[in-house]
């Protein structure tokens, strides 16, 4: 278990992991995220621990990490634990594959039960308020290929761009485009640019 603490160590959420039986021995505590990657890749069924921030400086380099689990470390689960309420950023962590999501405005015990629920669980888990946010959204997480061609357009590149990049089809993007933004539920191209601006920062 990964955990990138800051506001999690400050919630006291690292100390709760430490006492947790059968778990307290596995907490490893990272004060950085690029300390994380090494971690991960020393264990294939990592359970990470992120906190998600609304710095849009930090959350770029955390979806770039998220993404960084997915192709590299597919086994590790993305517990994703913030403040962060903007639909089009939860849906876009969702898609991603993060296996729970829980607000830090949560209790404590509500934290710890949806960690040891993570365990056994296979599907998404969210804390209450984060899934009374996500009810809102159409669902289903993306595949790779839209990962890539979503973050293609978030650097600005337009569809044909995208598709001599990957070396695909431009009616291949389009629909892997149009397939993405359905999921994240976006309704125009400035929806894409918004999620695309504060998911890299600018």
Known sequence: MVVVPCVLTAAGIVHRLKSMP???KLVSNIKRIDEAYGEVLKATDSLVILNISESSTQLAEEIK????CRTVQPGAAIVA?????KLSVLNYISALGARVII???ESSSTFTDL???????????SSPMIKN????RISGELTVCEV???????LGHNVSQVAQSLGRDIRTVSAHKRHAMEKLGLQCEKDLHVLGCALLGK
Do not use: C
């Open 65 to 68: 990490f998220i993404n960084w």
């Open 22 to 24: 059968k778990i307290h």
């Open 133 to 136: 946010i996500l009810d809102t």
């Open 103 to 105: 607000s830090q405005y």
């Open 148 to 154: 890539q061609v979503i973050g293609q357009l978030f």
């Open 81 to 85: 634990y913030t403040r962060n309420h």
């Open 115 to 125: 960690i040891i629920k993570s365990f056994s669980s296979r599907s998404m888990l």
